[in-house]
C-alpha cells in the first residue's frame, strides 16, 4: 500500500509553500516538518489543547485537526509570523514577556493565535472575554492570570500605539 | 545591596519562546529521520502467549520491530533497575525494557516499530499481534491488600510491595488517656501531571566518533545517561544525554523510561538517527502518575483543642511497577505533622501494587495528601470543640520562638528533619487577614439571604525543599569576555536559566545579555542531579552564586594586578573590572581571561591557577522547609454541586525571593494545578483496570474560566540560614494546600446541608449526592 500524496499551495506568515504531503497528514505536521516551522506545538492531537492553534484565514483553527490538504490554497498565519518584518515583537507578544505569561512556553504559540485574533475582533476585551476566548487553551504552568493580565495589557498598547496586535 | 537579584528581570528564556524559534524535543530534525512507535500492552493483567509481528513487517516503509528477544542480546539486564533504596520494600518490581512474558498494567510497552514516518510506524504497531492470556487485575489500592485479592504480578503472593512505619512517642497511653479522639477516613487522589508537551526522545549515533547523543524531555539527562550506560554497557564517554527546551515537567519527566534507552539502541543498531514523540494518550497509559492514597487516621486532643497525638494507617497505591521508590508515601508521612506541635505521632504505612500505572512524585510529592489529612482533621477538631477553624490552628501551629525546631522525624535519606526558619503564625495572620477572614460571616449571611451559598476554608503547610546533596554549576569567561554558566539543573519551563543568570549576574557586573546558560547537557558539566522536589534555585544557586563569587575573586586579583591599584579599589561593571564609580581605568573581563590562559614560558598573572572560571558543588544534606497559608472563598451551587472559588489567598515564605515575578508565577500555576486535585482531575480505572479517562475531554485540567476570581499573594520573608542566599524552594509550593482549603471552605458552605467532605476531586455528580444523601430522613 502506497501513501496517495498531493501536490499543496499554502501561504504562510506571507510566503508560499510548495510540497508533496501524504493526503491524510495533519496540518500541524506539515507545517512543523514539511514547512520546518516548529514554532506551532502539538499537545494533544485531539483537538482540546489548544496548542497548535493557527490562524487560518484570519480565523483560529486546530491545526491537529486538519488536513494538510485541505490548507491547499488558503493563508495561515502562526507563531513565526506575529513579529514585524524589523523583528519586534508585537505588542501581545511583548505583554506576554511582561506578565510573565509564560513559563515553559509550549502552549504559547497557540495563546498568541488565539488572542490575536480575539484583539482584532473585540480591541477593548473584558477579564471574562478573555478568559472565555483562551477557554479552549490549555496551560500548566501559568495558572492563567498573566496571560489574561497580558492581553488586557496588549489591548490598551495596541489602543495607544494605534496598530494590530 | 542586590542590583539583579530580587528583581524581576526579563526571562532569558522569553525571546526564543515568543518567536517560536526555540527548540524541543519534536523540533529536532535530521536528513534521514525514523520514527519509532510503540505496542502497548491492551491489557491490565495477562500472560502474553505470541507476539506475532509478520504482517507489520510487510508494511512499506518499516525498518524494524523489535520484541524483547531481538533486544535482550544487547542489554545487560532486561530489567530497569532505577528504585531509589529502601528497607521498606518486600518485593522487587522493576519494569522491564519490553514486556515479552506477563503485562500488568495498560500501556507498558511490548514493542517497538521503527519506520521512515510516524504515520508507518503507527499503522504497522497497530498489525503487530499480541494474543494474551487474561488474568485477574486489582484495580483499587484498598482491595488490594486483602487477602482474597487478585495479585497484580501473578509471581508475587500479595499485592504489599512495601511497608513501614513513622512515628515517635507512645501513641498508646496517649490516646488512651487523652479527653478527645476524633476519627477521619479520607480518600485522595492526584491524577496526571500533564505537562502541555508530552514525552519524547531523539537519538542519533556518530559513527565517526561512535558516540550516542540523546536528547529526551527529560528533568534528569545525568541519571538517564547513567541507566543507559548501565543498560547498554557504554563507557560513559559514548553517551551525551541532552535536555532541549522542555514543555513542562511537573515529575514524571524525572523518571526514566524505557523508551529513552531503545531509542538509544536503535540509533546505534539501525545506524540512523530515530525520533518517539508520545502522544497524549500514551502520556495517559505510560508516563507515571500519582494516584490514590487512603488515609485511616486518628487525632487525640486536650479539651483546649491541643494536640496530643496522631496515628492511622495510610495506604498508598503504588501502580503496578516500582519506577523510583517508596518516596511519595515517605514524603506524605513526613510531610503531615510538620506545621503543628505534634507531641506524639505513629503512622502505618502500606504501598499496594494495582494493575494501573506506576506512581512517582508529580508535583507536591504526597504532601498535598499528607496536608489534606491534617488540615480535614483540624477542621474536625474545630467543629467537635466549637471552636473556629483558625484559632484551633492558632493554637497549634510551630511557634516562632521554637524555630529551628528540631522534630523528631528523619528525611528518606536519613537526616533530622529541622524546621529551619519561618513564622507560621504570622503567615497564617496576614493570609487571614488579607482575605478579610474577619469579615467573612457577614458576607456569608448576606449572601444566604439571597439564596446563595458561601464558605470559607483555609489549610497551612509546610513544605520540604531544597532535596540535597548538591547541585553543580561552573562558571567560565571566555576570551571575548562572555560569561558561560553550565549546571546539572534541567530546565522544564519555571526560569531555570534566568535564576542561574541572575545570581550569577549579580557578582559578575549584571549584564544578563553578557550570560550563556547551558542546563541539561552531560557534555556540559560532568555531574548532575536534576529538577525536582523544589531544589533547583536552592541548590544550583548556591553553587551558581559560590562559582561566580569565585571568579569575581579571580578576576579582580588578576585586574589589581594590571591596574595595578588594591583589589579593595576595583568593582566588576558590564564587561568589565574597574576602578569604583571611574569609567577610564579599567579591564574587560576578556582580556582577564586571556591573561589567565596563560603564554609560554611566563607567570600566570598574580599567581592564580590558570583560567577564569570556577566549579562548585555546593553540599547542603538539610532540607530547608517553606510554609505557607491558603484561604479559599467558595460560592457553591446545591443544586449543579458547581464550586466557584471567589477568592484565593496565598501567604507563604519561600525565604529571600529571587525574582518576583517568577515566584508568583510558580505560586499561581501550582494553585491551578492544586484546584485541578481539589474538584476536577480524575483518572479513572474501571474495576478491570482499564483506564477511562484517556483524552483531555474526559480528563479535566483546569482551563482560564476555572480560576479563582480573585488571587491575593502575600510573601514574608525569613531567610533560611542554610545557604548563602537565604533561599527555599517554591515550585511545588502551590498546589500542597488547595484540596484541604477548597474542601473546607466547601463544608462550611454547605453547612446548612451538613455535608462533610473526605474526599478529593469533589465533583459536581459527588456533591449533589452527597448534599441528597445528608437530606435524606
Not at chain 2, 487523652?178 to 508530552?198: I, K, N, T, Y
Not at chain 2, 497564617?428 to 478579610?436: G, R, T, Y
Not at chain 2, 560569561?483 to 534541567?490: D, K, L, Q, Y
Given at each position: 500500500m502506497s501513501e496517495p500524496m498531493r501536490e499543496i499551495e499554502v501561504t504562510v506568515n506571507g510566503k508560499l509553500h510548495r510540497a508533496s504531503v501524504p493526503v491524510r497528514m495533519t496540518l500541524s505536521d506539515c507545517l512543523r516538518h514539511e514547512f520546518g516551522l516548529t514554532g506551532t506545538h502539538v499537545g494533544c492531537e485531539h483537538g482540546v489543547c489548544g496548542a497548535c492553534t493557527v490562524l487560518f484565514d484570519g480565523h483560529s483553527a486546530r491545526s491537529c485537526l486538519m488536513l494538510a490538504v485541505q490548507a491547499n490554497g488558503h493563508e495561515i498565519e502562526t507563531i513565526e509570523g506575529l513579529e514585524s518584518a524589523k523583528g519586534e515583537l508585537s505588542h501581545l507578544q511583548a505583554a506576554l514577556r511582561d506578565h510573565h505569561g509564560l513559563q515553559c512556553g509550549f502552549c504559547t504559540p497557540g495563546m498568541l493565535t488565539t488572542l490575536t485574533e480575539l484583539l482584532r475582533d473585540n480591541p477593548s476585551p473584558t477579564d471574562s472575554d478573555v478568559r472565555i476566548a483562551i477557554s479552549g487553551n490549555l496551560c500548566r504552568c501559568t495558572g492563567y492570570e498573566g496571560i489574561v493580565a497580558a492581553a488586557l495589557d496588549a489591548a490598551q498598547r495596541i489602543k495607544d500605539a494605534g496598530s494590530r496586535a | 545591596m542586590n542590583r539583579i537579584v530580587g528583581t524581576s528581570v526579563e526571562r532569558v528564556e522569553d525571546r526564543a519562546l515568543l518567536r517560536g524559534q526555540a527548540c524541543f524535543v519534536d523540533d529536532i530534525s535530521f536528513p534521514g529521520l525514523l520514527h519509532a512507535a510503540f505496542v502497548r500492552s491492551a491489557e491490565a493483567h495477562a500472560l502474553i502467549r505470541t507476539v506475532d509481528i509478520s504482517a507489520a513487517l510487510d508494511v512499506p516503509g518499516v525498518r524494524a520491530i523489535w520484541r524483547m528477544e531481538d533486544i535482550a542480546h544487547h542489554l545487560s539486564d532486561p530489567l530497569l533497575k532505577v528504585a531509589l533504596p529502601s528497607p521498606a520494600f518486600r518485593q522487587e518490581l522493576h519494569r522491564p525494557t519490553l514486556s515479552d512474558q506477563e503485562v500488568v498494567h495498560v500501556g507498558e510497552a511490548i514493542a517497538v516499530v521503527i519506520a521512515d514516518s510516524r504515520y508507518i510506524a503507527e499503522d504497522a504497531a497497530?498489525?503487530?499481534?499480541?494474543?494474551?492470556?487474561?488474568?485477574?487485575?486489582?484495580?483499587?489500592?484498598?482491595?488490594?491488600?486483602?487477602?482474597?485479592?487478585?495479585?497484580?504480578?501473578?509471581?508475587?503472593?500479595?499485592?504489599?510491595?512495601?511497608?513501614?512505619?513513622?512515628?515517635?512517642?507512645?501513641?498508646?497511653?496517649?490516646?488512651?488517656?487523652?479527653?478527645?479522639?476524633?476519627?477521619?477516613?479520607?480518600?485522595?487522589?492526584?491524577?496526571?501531571?500533564?505537562?502541555?508537551?508530552?514525552?519524547?526522545?531523539?537519538?542519533?549515533?556518530?559513527?565517526?566518533?561512535?558516540?550516542?547523543?540523546?536528547?529526551?524531555?527529560?528533568?534528569?539527562?545525568?541519571?538517564?545517561?547513567?541507566?543507559?550506560?548501565?543498560?547498554?554497557?557504554?563507557?560513559?564517554?559514548?553517551?551525551?544525554?541532552?535536555?532541549?527546551?522542555?514543555?513542562?515537567?511537573?515529575?514524571?519527566?524525572?523518571?526514566?523510561?524505557?523508551?529513552?534507552?531503545?531509542?538509544a539502541l536503535a540509533a546505534r543498531e539501525l545506524r540512523a538517527p530515530v525520533k518517539w514523540i508520545e502522544d497524549r494518550r500514551e502520556h495517559f497509559v505510560s508516563t507515571t502518575q500519582e494516584r490514590d492514597q487512603l488515609w485511616d487516621m486518628q487525632i487525640a486532643v486536650d479539651n483546649d483543642g491541643k494536640i496530643l497525638g496522631l496515628r492511622g494507617l495510610l495506604v498508598h497505591d503504588h501502580g503496578a511497577y516500582t519506577a523510583r521508590g517508596v518516596n511519595v508515601p515517605y514524603g506524605s508521612a513526613a510531610a503531615i505533622t510538620l506545621p503543628y506541635i505534634v507531641p506524639c505521632f505513629f503512622l502505618d504505612i502500606k504501598l499496594a501494587v494495582t494493575n494501573k500505572v506506576p506512581v512517582t512524585p508529580i508535583r507536591g510529592a504526597g504532601q498535598p495528601q499528607a496536608v489534606f489529612a491534617m488540615e480535614r482533621l483540624m477542621d474536625?477538631?474545630?467543629?467537635?470543640?466549637?471552636?473556629?477553624?483558625?484559632?484551633?490552628?492558632?493554637?497549634?501551629?510551630?511557634?516562632?520562638?521554637?524555630?529551628?525546631?528540631?522534630?523528631?522525624?528523619?528525611?528518606?535519606?536519613?537526616?533530622?528533619?529541622?524546621?529551619?526558619?519561618?513564622?507560621?503564625?504570622?503567615?497564617?495572620?496576614?493570609?487571614?487577614?488579607?482575605?478579610?477572614?474577619?469579615?467573612?460571616?457577614?458576607?456569608?449571611?448576606?449572601?444566604?439571604?439571597?439564596?446563595?451559598?458561601?464558605?470559607?476554608?483555609?489549610?497551612?503547610?509546610?513544605?520540604?525543599?531544597?532535596?540535597?546533596?548538591?547541585?553543580?554549576?561552573?562558571?567560565?569567561?571566555?576570551?571575548?569576555?562572555?560569561?558561560?554558566?553550565?549546571?546539572?539543573?534541567?530546565?522544564?519551563?519555571?526560569?531555570?536559566?534566568?535564576?542561574?543568570?541572575?545570581?550569577?549576574?549579580e557578582q559578575l557586573g549584571c549584564d544578563m545579555s553578557n550570560i550563556t546558560v547551558v542546563t541539561g547537557d552531560t557534555a556540559a558539566i560532568d555531574y548532575g542531579m536534576g529538577g525536582f522536589n523544589s531544589r533547583q534555585a536552592v541548590m544550583a544557586g548556591a553553587s551558581a552564586h559560590a562559582a561566580a563569587k569565585k571568579v569575581r575573586a579571580k578576576a579582580l586579583t588578576v585586574a589589581a594586578h594590571m591596574l595595578d591599584v588594591g583589589e579593595q579599589a576595583l568593582e566588576v561593571e558590564g564587561r568589565h573590572v574597574r576602578l569604583k564609580g571611574n569609567d577610564e581605568r579599567k579591564v574587560g573581563l576578556g582580556e582577564i581571561a586571556r591573561a589567565l590562559a596563560g603564554l609560554p614560558g611566563y607567570y600566570v598573572p598574580g599567581g592564580l591557577d590558570p583560567g577564569l572560571e570556577a566549579t562548585e558543588r555546593v553540599i547542603i544534606n538539610d532540607m530547608t522547609y517553606a510554609n505557607g497559608t491558603a484561604v479559599v472563598e467558595v460560592e457553591v451551587d446545591p443544586e449543579t454541586g458547581l464550586v466557584q472559588l471567589t477568592h484565593v489567598t496565598f501567604a507563604h515564605d519561600c525565604g529571600n525571593v529571587l525574582n518576583p515575578q517568577i515566584v508568583e508565577g510558580q505560586i499561581i500555576g501550582g494553585m491551578a494545578h492544586g484546584i485541578g486535585n481539589a474538584l476536577y482531575e480524575w483518572m479513572g480505572f474501571d474495576e478491570n483496570a482499564q483506564p477511562v479517562t484517556t483524552t483531555l475531554a474526559e480528563y479535566l485540567l483546569v482551563s482560564a474560566t476555572e480560576m479563582p476570581m480573585k488571587v491575593d499573594i502575600v510573601h514574608l520573608t525569613s531567610p533560611t540560614p542554610l545557604n548563602e542566599l537565604g533561599i527555599k524552594g517554591v515550585g511545588e509550593s502551590g498546589v500542597i494546600p488547595m484540596t484541604a482549603a477548597v474542601a473546607a471552605a466547601v463544608d462550611d458552605a454547605l453547612a446548612p446541608f451538613n455535608v462533610k467532605i473526605t474526599r478529593v476531586p469533589i465533583t459536581p455528580p459527588d456533591l449533589v449526592s452527597l448534599i441528597e444523601k445528608a437530606a435524606a430522613p
Open positions: - | 497497530a498489525l503487530v499481534m499480541v494474543d494474551y492470556e487474561p488474568l485477574p487485575a486489582v484495580s483499587d489500592c484498598k482491595a488490594a491488600l486483602e487477602a482474597d485479592a487478585p495479585r497484580a504480578h501473578s509471581s508475587q503472593p500479595h499485592n504489599l510491595v512495601a511497608e513501614f512505619t513513622m512515628g515517635y512517642g507512645d501513641h498508646e497511653t496517649v490516646f488512651a488517656s487523652a479527653p478527645h479522639v476524633f476519627h477521619e477516613e479520607l480518600w485522595q487522589h492526584r491524577g496526571v501531571a500533564h505537562s502541555m508537551e508530552c514525552r519524547g526522545v531523539v537519538a542519533r549515533h556518530d559513527r565517526l566518533e561512535d558516540i550516542i547523543t540523546l536528547w529526551s524531555s527529560t528533568q534528569t539527562p545525568h541519571a538517564c545517561k547513567r541507566v543507559i550506560c548501565d543498560v547498554l554497557g557504554l563507557d560513559e564517554d559514548k553517551l551525551r544525554v541532552v535536555t532541549p527546551d522542555v514543555g513542562g515537567g511537573f515529575g514524571p519527566k524525572l523518571v526514566f523510561y524505557p523508551e529513552e534507552v531503545i531509542l474536625r477538631v474545630a467543629r467537635e470543640l466549637k471552636l473556629t477553624t483558625d484559632e484551633v490552628r492558632r493554637r497549634n501551629l510551630v511557634p516562632p520562638e521554637l524555630i529551628p525546631y528540631t522534630t523528631p522525624l528523619k528525611t528518606r535519606g536519613g537526616m533530622q528533619v529541622v524546621l529551619d526558619s519561618g513564622d507560621y503564625p504570622a503567615t497564617q495572620a496576614a493570609a487571614l487577614e488579607k482575605a478579610d477572614w474577619a469579615g467573612f460571616r457577614a458576607r456569608q449571611a448576606a449572601a444566604r439571604k439571597e439564596g446563595r451559598y458561601l464558605g470559607i476554608g483555609l489549610a497551612n503547610y509546610v513544605e520540604g525543599t531544597g532535596r540535597g546533596p548538591f547541585e553543580p554549576v561552573s562558571v567560565r569567561i571566555g576570551e571575548n569576555g562572555r560569561i558561560h554558566v553550565a549546571s546539572g539543573a534541567a530546565a522544564m519551563g519555571q526560569s531555570t536559566k534566568t535564576m542561574l543568570a541572575q545570581v550569577v549576574a
